[in-house]
């Protein structure tokens, strides 16, 4: 009776023991790897001075006029992540792709991620590149920074290109972001070992290696670092902050939006609609997922060309 009484008392301690003895070895496999992750990462682009920190900025092509690429929330290597765009576009473009504080290889900050500030911040890097006409285009949350953008700095603007980009009133915006536990799940190491458990989300896609493995880099140092989780805090109120803007009405405006398995109701009547608000509105809706520049960078290029000089 005794022995089995020790044997039950030894596999309940096992039991107890091995999870807080697998969270310890991760928690220190995670902090040694981060060291060697952050060595790991190598330069790109170009840095330029913002509200006192350095913003990273990729610039390709000779083109006569300019596109610039801001991405979605979430991306953690902009530069890098528009790149299979950024080959479609820089042969007839001069195409500047900003990375915004807290991803890629720009500095964090403490400055409050509002749609104002983060569209000040772009603006101040175009004037530090001395960049002042321009088309806009942008990925995701980056439609709701392009209306604030359009807001504050309309003379500038060429055009609006929306890569399934987000409208105000789409369903879901007052929702917060799911961002609990991210931090404690970064610190216990469980985040990298569902990374290395998960299938390679650029699987098939047109990047090398290398920089497959650049933006794996990147994404493990920005995705959970203070600036995102502001970020990411702030977008109900950056989705409200915009609820009555509408991009000027001599704008012109082109929104590629998902085919199919969006899921958002009404995802294409949606930008129909915003797209009626201007004088030249034109949506487009390719098959695909929601970076769409993943898959669909030739078809976006040679519209975007068309449209641009349908324009003027």
Aim: cysteine-free.
């Amino acid at each position: 009776m005794r022995t089995r009484l020790k044997v039950a008392l030894w596999t309940a301690g096992v039991i107890v023991l091995l999870p807080a003895v697998t969270l310890a070895t991760t928690s220190i496999v995670n902090i040694v790897a981060t060291k060697s992750d952050l060595a790991a990462i190598e330069p790109y682009g170009e840095l330029v001075p913002v509200d006192g920190k350095h913003m990273n900025v990729v610039i390709s092509g000779t083109g006569g006029d300019t596109i610039v690429l801001l991405p979605g929330l979430g991306t953690a290597a902009p530069g890098l992540d528009f790149q299979p765009l950024i080959r479609e576009l820089d042969d007839t473009h001069r195409v500047v792709a900003i990375e915004p504080f807290g991803t890629g290889l720009s500095d964090q900050t403490d400055s409050p991620r509002t749609a104002a500030n983060i569209a000040g911040e772009v603006h101040e890097a175009l004037q530090h590149l001395g960049i002042d006409r321009y088309a806009l285009m942008g990925h995701s949350i980056a439609g709701i920074y392009a209306l604030e953008y359009s807001r504050l700095y309309p003379s500038e603007l060429t055009a609006f290109i929306g890569i399934d980009s987000s409208v105000p009133d789409q369903p879901g915006s007052d929702d917060p972001v799911p961002t609990d536990g991210l931090v404690d799940l970064r610190n216990l190491g469980l985040l990298r070992v569902f990374s290395a458990l998960g299938a390679d989300p650029y699987d098939g896609l047109q990047y090398d290696d290398a920089t497959k493995q650049q933006m794996r880099l990147l994404t493990t140092k920005n995705s959970t670092a203070p600036t995102f989780l502001d970020e990411a805090a702030h977008t109900p109120g950056n989705f409200a902050s915009v609820r009555d803007v509408l991009f000027p009405a001599a704008l012109p405006v082109l929104l590629f939006v998902v085919q199919t398995d969006s899921d958002v109701e009404g995802w294409t009547q949606l930008h129909k609609a915003q797209a009626a608000t201007v004088e030249r509105g034109q949506v487009v809706a390719l098959p695909g997922q929601h970076y769409l520049h993943h898959t669909q960078s030739p078809r976006i290029a040679a519209d975007t060309d068309m449209f641009l000089d349908t324009v003027g």
